[in-house]
Structure formats: C-alpha cells, structure tokens
C-alpha cells in the first residue's frame, strides 16, 4: 500500500451530490474531491495532483493534460469523448474511459417517443387543449404498415429496432458503414421472423428515398459530419419524418430547416443541436411539425445511476491496475 491515499477529482458535477462515486472510491481508500471547472484552465488547476479525473461536460483539452501531475485515468461520464484530447492522454500514458450502453434503451424509448409525438401530433394538441381549443384539425399518421430507417447499428440503434418491431411497421431498413444481414440477425435473431416484420440492411440512400420514419444513430467523427445534408433530405419523402437523438451536427440544421420550411419533409424530432443550448434564434424553434427536446435521450433515473456508478468504476479500476490500492 502506498502512503499517500489515491485522489480522484470530479471536474464538474451535474447530480447534484457524489454519492454513488464515494461509495465505489471511499471503501477502496481513494478520496473524492468535487470541483467546479468550466474551462479547461480550471481543469488544469483542480487536477494538478489526482490520481483520476471523472469529467462531466468540462473541456480537458492538451493544455489541462499537460499539467497533470500524477493523472493516470480519465473517466468520462458519458459515451463520447469530444471534449477529451485522447491523444494528448495517450501520450502522457493516460487511459480514458468511457461508459458505453448504459442509456442504449433510454436513447431508443426516447427516439420513438418522437416519432410518435411527430405521428399523431401530440406537441400540437397538448399547446391548443391547453389554449381552450378542441379537436384540432390536424390529423396524424398511421405507424403501422410505414417504413422506418435506422442510421446505425451500434447499441442505440440495435435497441430501437427491437423496440419498434411490434409496432407493425411494414419494413425496417438498416444503414451502418458496417452492416450486413448475418450482422442485424446476430442482434435481433428470431423476434423479427416472429413478428412478421421484414427488418434489413439497406444502402444509405435506398434508405432514405424508401422511408417514412429515419432516425439517426451515429457518432460524431469525420465521416458522418453533416452526412444528412441536402443532398441526402432531397431524397427524402415529402411527408416523412427525420429523428436525431445522435450528435447535432451529423444533421445539417441550416438544410433541415429550409426542407422543413418549404415543405419537402414532413417533420423533425429533435434531441441534440449544433450549438447547445438551442439558440433563442433557431429556426428550428418556429418551424411546425418539429418536436424539439433538450438532449435528454440519455436520462433516466435508472441510468444516471448506472452512469455515475460505472464511471468510477472505471478509474478505481485503472487505479488498481497501476498498483495505486
């Protein structure tokens, strides 16, 4: 055993208490510190001396790397890691981790709540119920016997096609750079046969042109930037209808809301944005047949538990491996 107890900082805390972290680092020795960073100097300042950090939404870029001292593991609270300089770690010879999964079926619920808001224009009747009208003109869509398309096949993707086969769509199409039948079969095995529904791999803009419903299930790197631009809504049926519970900026916004404007898609469910919070002059705000929400797919009792659970996991894990316990 060492001398001196392991130090863990938390860089940024978003719950409001870090009880679920101390009691996976307490009873191994490590002592937890809570700080409040919103740049990356305060990083830097606040993790000089820890052992771990376990970072939320502040920015841990090559500056705040360089002065850690004794840092041996990153844990982020989340699945993506655009606000670590993983390089910049993996020179210093810190692991980052990550917690993948543990929102996969919150993410899908969430994105299929969308997709029914969009249907049966829920947003719409619950804003004119509650400004005295009743029985709203407009009508909503059927779900059963349309075309859902998925963006994805990672967990998020995976989880919603499970979640919307017994909903009667008539084809569920696939699109991944990786996919394959053998690959969507491994996932879904059996349910889909079961269930008479017909679910597929399919070329990105077969997809596209052949769906009612496209929700988006990428990350955000190089290659899927923008990648729905206004090449890829053009395709699009005029009345369908595009979710993003994925990155903001796989979607090109400015194109979104001029197909949205001018009627050539039907509709849009939103999570996440370009720039966040979603600017006060968005389009996206006053456009009908938008259902926006604020990039709380992830959230759910049950997995903001299992998020800050695994998190320090994951540092007293490396902890140990380096021999700190």
């Not at 017994?166 to 059996?190: K, M, Q, T």
């Not at 047949?289 to 990039?295: A, E, I, K, M, S």
């Not at 998020?307 to 540092?315: D, F, I, V």
């Amino acid at each position: 055993m060492v001398d001196m107890a392991p130090l863990a900082v938390i860089t940024d805390n978003r719950f409001g208490d870090a009880d679920i972290e101390a009691s996976v680092l307490a009873p191994a020795g490590v002592e937890l510190v809570v700080a409040k960073c919103r740049s990356s100097a305060e990083v830097a300042a606040a993790g000089r001396e820890a052992d771990a950090l376990l970072v939320n939404m502040a920015s841990v870029d090559a500056a705040a790397i360089e002065s850690l001292e004794r840092c041996r593991v990153i844990a982020r609270y989340g699945v993506g890691l655009d606000n670590i300089d993983v390089e910049a770690a993996a020179r210093r010879g810190i692991v980052v981790a990550n917690v993948p999964g543990y929102c996969d079926r919150e993410v899908a619920e969430h994105a299929l709540g969308l997709l029914l808001a969009c249907a049966r224009n829920i947003p719409q009747r619950d804003r004119a119920m509650r400004e005295g009208s009743w029985n709203v003109a407009a009508t909503g869509r059927r779900v059963s016997g349309t075309v859902l398309g998925i963006l994805g096949f990672g967990g998020t993707g995976k989880a919603l096609a499970r979640a919307a086969l017994g909903l009667g769509f008539r084809e569920i199409l696939v699109w991944s750079p990786s996919i394959s039948r053998d690959r969507i079969e491994a996932a879904i095995g059996p349910a889909a046969g079961a269930l008479g529904a017909c679910l597929r791999p399919a070329a990105l803009d077969e997809l596209l042109a052949a769906s009612d419903w496209v929700s988006v299930h990428l990350p955000l790197k190089p290659g899927t930037r923008g990648i729905i631009g206004p090449r890829e809504l053009a395709l699009m049926k005029g009345d369908s209808t595009l979710i993003n519970i994925s990155r903001g900026a796989v979607v090109d916004e400015e194109a979104l809301a001029v197909a949205l404007a001018s009627g050539k898609l039907g509709g849009a469910g939103l999570d996440v944005f370009t720039a966040e919070p979603l600017p006060k002059g968005s389009k996206l705000r006053s456009l009908p047949g938008v259902v926006l929400t604020d990039h709380s797919a992830y959230a759910s009792r049950e997995s903001i538990a299992e998020l800050r659970r695994r998190t320090a996991e994951n540092a007293l894990g490396v902890l140990r491996n380096r021999g700190l316990l």
